[in-house]
């Protein structure tokens, strides 16, 4: 079975400063991760996905992922935060042979001024 | 022109009482799901239809009851409620079977 995990529950961050979101997961099969952003009180949104190829994948607000194999990790990150990412990002995984997206627990980035 | 919408966005409701909340999509996608979010935003997904067929079924306690008229609709019928029920319950939609899902706003039921 897959699992995933995101390790901060919150993270604090000044805005312009950089962030790193961090997620691994665990599945014995290929699997398509993601990266999904809530804001207040709205539902989620895809942020960014890797499928395959490229390893770093690039969202349009500047948010950007690596995927790494070896680690099982696939970590979020933005070099310059702005207040308006602050939300709740989650992160998750969907692999063939259980046909569902599986998300972590879910990290709360709060930006301030 | 909303993706997918889901009514009520808000649901009050005394224990006991028997709710239903409704989903549309209009993106032509062929996959439906519910998830349920917690007060700790643990996501847990609850249902998958495809094309009207029931794919999906979590361990769900037999008192909610997905329906799905047509590939464009599912709804969730919740009977004896409970106040562990009180949590935001989210439709979404995918083309094909993947992980990229589009969201409703949810729909945040409480149970008192």
């Known amino acids: 079975a897959q699992s995933v995990t995101q390790l901060d529950s919150q993270v604090p961050v000044f805005e312009e400063a950089p962030v790193e979101l961090r997620c691994n997961y665990s599945?014995?099969?290929?699997?398509?991760l993601f990266w999904y952003v809530q804001y207040p009180n709205q539902g989620l949104q895809l942020l960014l996905k890797?499928?395959?190829?490229?390893?770093l994948v690039e969202s349009i607000n500047g948010f950007e992922a690596e995927f790494n194999k070896s680690q099982t990790s696939f970590h979020l990150r933005k070099p310059s935060v702005h207040i308006s990412d602050t939300a709740e990002y989650f992160c998750?995984?969907?692999?063939?042979?259980?046909?569902?997206?599986?998300f972590g627990t879910g990290t709360q980035l709060k930006v301030e001024l | 022109d909303t993706a997918v919408s889901q009514t009520p966005k808000y649901l009050v409701t005394q224990m006991g009482n028997d709710k239903s909340i409704k989903c549309e999509q209009n993106?032509?996608?062929?996959?439906m799901y519910w998830y349920k979010q917690d007060s700790k935003k643990f996501l847990k997904i609850m249902f998958s239809y495809n094309n009207k067929e029931l794919i999906i079924n979590e361990t769900v306690p037999n008192r909610f009851s997905p329906k799905s008229p047509d590939k464009a609709h599912l709804n969730l019928h919740i009977n004896s409620l409970e106040l562990g029920d009180s949590a935001v319950y989210f439709c979404?939609?995918?083309?094909?079977?993947?992980?990229?899902?589009?969201f409703g706003e949810g729909s945040r039921l409480t149970v008192l």
């Open positions: 599945s014995s099969v290929s699997v398509y």
């Open positions: 993106l032509g996608h062929d996959t």
């Open positions: 890797y499928l395959s190829g490229s390893t």
């Open positions: 998750a995984v969907f692999t063939g042979g259980g046909n569902k997206l599986t």
């Open positions: 979404a939609s995918s083309q094909y079977l993947a992980g990229e899902l589009f």
